[in-house]
């Protein structure tokens, strides 16, 4: 029984068109480059471009003579995407068609389309898994070993980071009755680690006067992302 199976797979074979191997294709646009320079499709197939970040202000512009008006971008010099953006053109001629990025010359490639019919409804595949950060950093084992600040040099404190960024705090000072009033805020560059900083010093944003603060401190990575915060009083004498 099995020999017969196989005589029969043999001549379906031989009736579909030969040399018929290309199929619908991805391309990722993802650091400054396709993922695959040179793409090969049959007649009637199509090529979807995916941008997956972290850059996105790639176009996929034709640059040869005969995909002059396909543009991903049409309308402008400044192309721009957001992360998971898709962008899909048919080919019904045979030939190679050449795109290049408006803004980035080296980010470019061919598809080259055979003249073999081809299988429009092949699947593609799904769209890759984008090239984005969004973890948010760690901010934790604050120390603060004394709460109070004499004058204008603030109150050192200690915190580690999980995550190259910026660290903000959020000044509020208490007045006599207890209630709060926003009184400006600080940013320091921070590394991965331990970083030793101080509070409620000298500032362009934050003048310091006597009296009972509290700082509400969140880190933020390169990629925006946002930690929890944590909270510290301390007073300025």
């Keep these: 029984m099995v020999p017969r199976l196989l005589a029969i797979a043999s001549a379906t074979a031989l009736l579909l068109p030969a040399g018929a191997e290309a199929a619908n294709t991805r391309v990722s646009i993802a650091n400054y480059a396709w993922s695959q320079p040179q793409v090969h499709v049959d007649l009637g197939e199509t090529v979807t471009w995916d941008w997956l970040g972290p850059d996105l202000a790639h176009s996929v512009t034709g640059i040869s003579a005969n995909d002059l008006?396909?543009?991903s971008d049409p309308g402008t010099d400044a192309p721009t995407h957001r992360a998971g953006d898709s962008f899909t053109l048919q080919f019904s001629?045979?030939?190679?068609?050449?795109?290049?990025?408006?803004?980035?010359a080296a980010v470019r490639g061919e598809v080259i389309v055979s003249g073999v019919p081809g299988n429009p409804s092949s699947d593609p595949g799904p769209q890759p898994p984008l090239n984005l950060d969004l973890k948010p950093p760690t901010l934790g084992s604050l120390s603060m070993p004394k709460r109070q600040a004499r004058g204008r040099n603030g109150v050192g404190f200690s915190v580690e980071i999980s995550e190259r960024g910026k660290l903000d705090a959020e000044y509020y000072r208490f007045n006599s009755k207890g209630k709060r009033a926003y009184s400006g805020f600080a940013t320091w560059k921070v590394f991965i680690g331990i970083n030793h900083l101080r509070l409620g010093g000298r500032w362009k944003h934050f003048r310091a006067e006597p009296g009972r603060y509290l700082a509400v401190l969140r880190a933020a990575d390169e990629a925006a992302n946002e930690s929890k915060t944590l909270r510290r009083r301390f007073t300025i004498g």
Excluded: A, N, S
């Excluded at 001629?93 to 980035?104: D, N, R, S, T, V």
């Design 69 to 71: 008006q396909w543009d």
């Design 93 to 104: 001629q045979p030939g190679e068609y050449i795109f290049q990025c408006k803004l980035h």
